[in-house]
Nanobody
């Protein structure tokens, strides 16, 4: 079992940057592939980015490609999401998630553990 706690959300203006962090505790962090997802009001939770256990493979939603960067520091048991050039449509609650596996996946149901989420609001 792994516990996940997100931080770093807040209010930002369009074009600004935010960096989200997700700290993991419990089982060995490095055995988990990690993902970031987001959920806007009235919408389904959607994939944002994912990273493999060692950090060598990443995947991004088309809507954030070139603007967001996922990374991880296994020594610190933390995964990050650097968000640049923020847009109002990036407004959502952002969740980090962990899955016990090698494959980087974009599917919500394939992740076993979830954090409580952190709110990001981007004003125009």
């Amino acid at each position: 079992q792994v516990q996940l706690v997100e931080s770093g959300g807040g209010l930002a203006q369009a074009g600004a940057s935010l960096k989200l962090s997700c700290a993991a505790s419990g089982r060995t962090f490095s055995i988990y592939a990690m993902g970031w997802f987001r959920q806007a009001p009235g919408k389904e939770r959607e994939f944002v980015a994912a990273i493999s256990r060692g950090g060598g493979n990443t995947d991004y939603a088309d809507s954030v490609k070139g603007r967001f960067t996922i990374s991880r520091d296994n020594a610190k048991n933390t995964v990050y999401l650097q968000m640049n050039s923020l847009k109002p449509e990036d407004t959502a609650v952002y969740y980090c998630a962990a899955r016990s596996g090698v494959v980087v996946t974009t599917t919500v149901r394939e992740y076993d553990h979830w954090g409580q989420g952190t709110q990001v609001i981007v004003s125009s």
